[in-house]
């Protein structure tokens, strides 16, 4: 009865039926940027009435801290005329709003910047310029990083490349199996592993995956963003910030997740309806972007990064001003940020420093 299925769930079947069986990243695209029916393609997942919560959401002076990052960041290039200010995947445009205020407390620099954004979601770009609208700078969207004018630029990435879509493979006795997405007996869409091994993934892995046992899973995405990143600082000058949760060394797990009003689903479940992610693996982008050039700092946990940016400044500048009842609000935001152990994104989330090699040491990232 596939005419009875929601729309993307319908396609999904019919493509897997006509192809076969679909690689994990392809159907993880399809559920999130799928043109018509895709996750972020229509609506606003972030804040408190939508699917989950990001840094910028949860206080403004996550948005801040980062602004003041870049302009130290402009300053250390010698303070260029004009810069390219690019964000990828933007959301509600919060941070960038966050951002350019905080901009304005170094001369020179808010005039210097030319905004980018990269958004897939016609929806949220709607947002976006919304946002930046009272902020009066010249902001252009794009749908990729490649579309952006080459020049000197700082580029940011917040809970980025977790959506961006990811590869699975399962090691078994005779090598790692890409995992797939096919249909069962009855039509539904299950989880399965291809026949035949890789033939190349093995010798690409660093040792410690390589030697896992069988039944582990290992998670790659395509180096071309991160490669992408690493051209455009290391030959044009400049800087990228890439934060999200992951792990700072390649390793094995089964991260894929779907997300829908804040709780955990099925990924497999009503395709396009939830958002569906994976931990980051920080080691290959910092490989990528280093073999083209970049320097790489980091990562370093978020929270340590926020303490060193000056968050516990920020937050008592803040409390000074806010009235009583707001104070516990700015302590628990902190505690969100930084702190370690559930919901808290202290150390789940790293922060990772891409720069062109002739800038010294990143704002932050102090040995
Ligand atoms: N950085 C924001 C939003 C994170 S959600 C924040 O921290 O609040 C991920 C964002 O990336 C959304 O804006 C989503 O629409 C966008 N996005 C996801 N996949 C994309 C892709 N392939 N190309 C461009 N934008 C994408």
Redesign the pocket.
Known sequence: MANELPPLEAEIRRMISIAGPMPIAQYM?AC??HPNHGY??TRD??GAAGD??????ISQMFGELIGLWAAAVWRQMGSPESIRLI??????G??MADTLRAATVVPGFRSAIAVHL????P??QAL?QQTLEPFGVSALWH??LEEVPLGPAII?????F????VHQAIKEEDGWHERVVMLDGDGNIVLGALLSPLPHLDKLLPQRVREAPPGSIFEWRTDSLALEIGRRVARHGGAALV?DYGHIESEVGDTLQAVGEHAYANPLATPGQF?ITAHVDFQSIAQAAESIGARVHGPLPQGDFLRRLGIETRAATLKAKAPPAKVSDIDSQIERLTGTGARRMGTLFKVLGLADPKLGVLPGFEP
């Open positions: 695209a999130l940027s972020y393609m997942p972030l989950f919560v990001t840094a910028p959401e964000e990828l995947g933007p959301g509600r919060t941070m990269v958004e897939v979601s929806a949220l976006q749908e990729g940011l990435a917040n809970e980025f977790d959506a961006l879509p934060i958002d």
